[in-house]
């Protein structure tokens, strides 16, 4: 069978088993517009798919169903338990359809203007409405679906059984269906104790067979080293496959939380509106299982506390409806869990008056700290800041419980919160029991684990060579490759004794979108480990992941890389800043700035990563050459731009230059003094109508100007990004869809047409990609998404500089000039139908190149205005 | 979490039993239930930046034990890695934490009637860890809560 197909099956038998039990949801909760969406959206999804694939008589019967649920959500059809009865009928009927389709590979001639026309008749009113479906009640169709899908769940192999009632419906279907077989996605349910059995069969397999390496690798060649690597791989896939077994969705844990925030809205009197982002993302079941009450704990405070009733959030000035944020994500070895509210934000004063009353703390000792220490008063046992006990929080299980239950699992938690702006919590839970692959080094005759996962490669350093630690104003930077990398010394951090270290290795580590090197002693093999946390008294202490026992039987420590990411280049700027800075700035994603000043005496701050060395050149060596200057630097001349207009070029001293290149061009930025290289994230406050400077921000406790590069590389020369775009000759393209299927039909499209393809499955994710810094040529997104649609997407990437000028192009099964509209004023450049199958490649291709023109163009007018 | 403070009255005539080491010339005792292993250990991984009363990690039999050095919780100076110590594990919670002490005795079994309180003249330190003072033909016994020996600050 045709591939495309065979994806079409399983992906829409996935979707009919979700539609069954979403129906039932929406049979008790007709009000929830959230799960009448999700069912829209997932009818609207295999219609789509249908039409593209060429299959009329799915297409048809989806359309109608689909047209019900439209008029659901426009409220022009009541939702009464006959109109719910006809949809689970046309979704029988299309899974009849599907098992035909499976087993023919060809959809069957036949006839389904019965069933359509039952449909379409609802739809149009003549046939008579029952009365609306009371709220609480449920009603026989929901309770046999119920309790066929509860038998499906129970006896998955066998297939699903034909009951009178259905079979008597499926009558009226001309087409006599084959054995009604559940198509190609197949799972079976396995005792969550055989496969902990298993996982810790296997952690002890690795031991042991990291023991055997062990030893093999002190004797010479023998019989044993060919059987002894292949045992080796296969208990690596061994490991991989049962440590899958164990993952399950955070969305599993998350499942009850929209009921549990809708009821609570509705007690209040309150409007909240929960976001759930990253649902998918998977963990340890085990560890799912303890974070389930933390989370809805954090929820319902969230809901209870954090969001204002309407009046109080008006007259704030904030929208009548507040938000929760759930996000959930995986990164360098860890899961974070971000909970956000856009609610009243923690009271400090009364945390303060509390921490005093409870003896918590005394006046003093408060009067030294900052705010966000404040904060985390919450967090000790017995503090609960709700002076009113409601009956959803507040009773008796405080934050204190929620951070002991994180903490057992060996994770973390911060807390930040702003006044009037809301509060965010963020969860950092270690791949407990996961083994990974680490590797291991010393220091200071001390070794250590640091996990595979983080790291980009290895730099052996040496005094004597070019690949040599140098310093700026005492933070340690490492050259490499035209870049500079800030460092950190696990001598320094952990306080072990200084070495000669004078031949060292610098460990280059990436934690999200920040690079930076660890400087250690030696460098030993990769070894995979079992991550154990840490016991609760050594919990407190930082830069640890975890530790772990050899495959010699030694213990050692394994290094957290986000905990030494935030230690690179804020070494020596840490106590200055403040502990409460470094707190709150490490809820946000950190960057390096290189800080310098020029012209006056405003801190200017430029993206570390952006400059590619730091130069202090001779002044006399500086040519004046036609009211430009230049300097012979490394056999060529690099043309050098001041800051500011009026730049005093000096005639002899030293002149401080930030040298930016791209291949082999290079550009040098003359400024008064380089002050120092620091660690924080980019908040840039206002925007700046200066040329030259993008806005300014906080960097380090500090007011500095945020240096626009692109304005002063454009003055060096003028054609230099035309140049580096075409020279790259890489061209990345976005495609954001929800649809597997469609995914995997575009990519392969886009590939063939030397495209560097990056696939989102909707548009909060498609927007992660972005504060991950990725730069894309193109984006084609579809419309309808969950969490994040299209037509957001659209409005986010447009109201952003980051990827505010990317030609966007729609590509959804939605199709009617009201779409078309609606996409355009989102922001899309173009708008494409999912209708085509066969001429799909020629119109994106042609709308890809038209869109990247049209930018273009746009870009040549402003620049020459 | 502290099952130790509300143990019921025992008799005169009771006994506990007690595993006894020293510690700078001083005898010590922690009741034998709470005793788990003893053991002289072979290599103590140090762990750099944690709290000074942790002397390192050893593997015991596949599990990751922490090793409390008793000399710095009892604020006396610390012996050096040459200097041999045993030690004694402990369970406190669902956690194992094991003393490092400098030299292990006898189990002894001790009668109520021997025991006392607190020397009143004691260090604020050894006030808080200890439970009771026991009278012994050896001298006197220091007999340790483990719960609040365990209760250490994390370094920050």
């Known amino acids: 069978m045709d591939d495309l197909l065979q994806e079409f099956l399983a992906e829409t038998t996935e979707s009919l088993a979700v539609l069954d039990v979403e129906l039932v949801r929406f049979e008790r909760e007709p009000a929830d517009a959230t799960i009448l969406g999700n069912i829209f959206r997932l009818m609207h999804t295999i219609k789509g798919t249908c039409g593209f694939l060429g299959l009329p008589r799915l297409g048809s019967v989806a359309h109608a169903g689909e047209n019900i ?296 000792a408060l009067a030294a700290m900052g705010e966000q220490q404040i904060l985390q008063f919450i967090f000790r046992p017995g503090f609960s800041t709700a002076e009113k006990v409601t009956s959803v929080s507040g009773r008796g299980v405080g934050m204190d419980v929620v951070r002991t239950n994180i903490e057992r699992i060996g994770g973390t938690i911060e807390l930040s919160s702003s006044a009037g702006h809301g509060t965010t919590v963020l969860i950092k839970i270690p791949l407990t029991l996961a083994i990974v692959s680490a590797l291991i080094v010393e220091t200071a005759r001390q070794r250590f684990a640091i996990p595979q996962l983080n790291i980009i490669e290895l730099v052996g350093v040496s005094d004597r060579s070019d690949a040599r630690i140098e310093t700026i104003n005492t933070s340690p930077v490492l050259r490499l490759r035209d870049r500079l990398l800030p460092l950190v010394s696990l001598r320094g951090l952990l306080g072990l004794e200084p070495g000669p270290g004078q031949d060292r290795f610098v460990v280059v580590a990436q934690v999200g979108a920040n690079r930076f090197g660890i400087i250690v002693d030696r460098v030993f093999d990769a070894e995979e480990i079992v991550v154990k946390p840490v016991a609760p008294l050594l919990r407190g202490t930082r830069f640890y992941a975890g530790n772990t026992i050899l495959g010699d039987g030694s213990v050692i420590m394994i290094l957290d890389p986000n905990d030494l990411s935030g230690a690179a280049g804020q070494i020596d700027t840490d106590q200055a800043a403040g502990a409460a800075l470094a707190a709150s700035s490490q809820v946000e994603a950190q960057s390096s700035f290189l800080l310098f000043r020029a012209g006056d005496r405003e801190l200017k701050a430029i993206p570390l990563e952006l400059v590619s060395r730091i130069e202090s050149l001779d002044a006399a060596s500086i040519e004046h050459v036609g009211g430009r200057q230049v300097v012979q630097y490394r056999q060529h001349l690099m043309p050098l731009v001041p800051f500011h207009d009026g730049h005093a070029w000096k005639a002899n001293g030293q002149q401080d230059v930030l040298v930016f290149s791209d291949k082999d061009r290079r550009m040098g930025l003359a400024v008064d003094e380089v002050v120092d290289i620091v660690r924080d994230r980019m908040a840039v406050e206002l925007s700046s109508s200066r040329p030259g400077l993008l806005g300014s921000a906080v960097i380090a406790g500090k007011a500095a100007d945020i240096v626009d590069v692109g304005h002063f590389l454009g003055l060096a020369f003028t054609d230099w990004f035309e140049l580096s775009s075409r020279r790259a000759g890489i061209r990345r393209a976005l495609v954001v869809d929800d649809s597997a299927f469609f995914r995997s039909l575009v990519v392969p499209l886009l590939a063939a047409a030397d495209w560097q393809v990056t696939t989102a499955a909707d548009g909060a994710e498609a927007l992660r990609l972005r504060e991950d810094g990725q730069r894309f040529d193109v984006i084609i997104s579809d419309i309808e998404m969950p969490n994040l649609d299209g037509l957001a997407l659209a409005s986010a990437i447009r109201g952003d500089a980051r990827w505010g000028g990317t030609p966007l192009i729609a590509l959804s099964s939605r199709d009617d000039e009201r779409d078309r509209e609606a996409g355009r004023e989102a922001g899309f450049d173009d708008y494409l139908a999912k209708t085509d199958q066969a001429g799909l490649p020629d119109t994106l291709a042609r709308a890809i190149r038209a869109a990247l023109a049209a930018r273009q163009a746009n870009d040549n007018l402003r620049r020459a205005s | 979490m502290m099952p130790h403070s509300h143990e019921p009255e025992l008799r005169d005539s009771e006994t506990q039993a007690f595993v006894t080491f020293t510690v700078a010339g001083q005898l010590f005792g922690v009741p034998v239930v709470r005793v788990q292993d003893i053991l002289t250990p072979d290599v103590i991984a140090p762990v750099p930046g944690g709290p000074a009363e942790v002397r390192g990690l050893i593997n015991l039999r596949g599990r990751i034990v922490t090793v409390i050095d008793l000399r710095t919780r009892l604020s006396l100076p610390r012996r050096d890695a040459g200097e041999g110590g045993m030690c004694v594990t402990v369970e406190s919670g669902t956690e194992s934490y094991t003393l490092f002490v400098d030299a292990v005795g006898d189990v002894v079994k001790l009668r109520h009637a021997q025991r006392e309180g607190n020397p009143a003249t004691l260090d604020a330190v050894w006030r808080d860890v200890a439970d009771a003072v026991y009278r012994t033909h050896k001298g006197l016994l220091v007999a340790l809560h483990i719960d609040r020996l365990l209760a250490i600050q994390p370094r920050n």
């Open chain 1, 69 to 364: 649920l439209g008029k659901f959500r426009d409220g022009e059809l009541p939702v009464t338990p006959q109109a719910v009865s006809l949809i689970l009928k046309a979704i029988d009927h299309i899974r009849a359809l599907l098992a035909e389709l499976a087993a023919q590979g060809c959809e069957p001639p036949g006839d389904d203007t019965a069933v359509i026309a039952e449909i379409d008749g609802l739809a149009a009113g003549t046939a008579a409405p029952e009365p609306a479906l009371p709220a609480e009640d449920s009603f026989p169709v929901a309770a046999e679906l119920l309790a066929e899908v509860a038998r499906a769940i129970e006896v998955p192999s066998q297939a699903a059984p034909a009951e009178p009632a259905r079979a008597a419906a499926r009558a009226e279907a001309p087409a006599k269906t084959p054995e009604t077989k559940d198509a190609p996605a197949s799972s079976i349910r396995v005792n969550v104790d055989v496969i902990e059995n298993l996982m810790t069969l296997i952690s002890e397999l690795v031991l042991t067979r990291n023991q055997l390496l062990q030893m093999q690798r002190s004797q010479k060649d023998n019989e044993f080293k060919v059987p002894l690597q292949r045992l080796s791989h296969i208990t690596s896939d061994l490991q991989d496959g049962v440590t899958r077994l164990r993952m399950q969705p955070i969305g599993n844990a998350w499942n009850k939380l929209p009921r549990i925030v809708r009821d609570l809205a509705v007690e209040t009197g309150k409007k909240i509106e929960l976001v759930m982002q990253g649902a998918e993302t998977e963990l340890d079941r085990q560890i799912l299982e303890m974070i389930k009450d933390p989370l809805t704990h954090m929820v319902r405070n969230s809901a209870d506390h954090g969001i204002e009733n309407p009046a109080q959030r008006l007259a704030a000035g904030k929208p009548e409806g507040g938000t929760i944020t759930l996000d959930a994500y995986h990164e360098s070895g860890h899961i974070f869990i971000r909970i956000a509210d856009d609610g009243r934000g923690l009271d400090v004063n009364r945390i303060r008056a509390k921490a005093i009353a409870n003896g918590l703390a005394t006046e003093t």
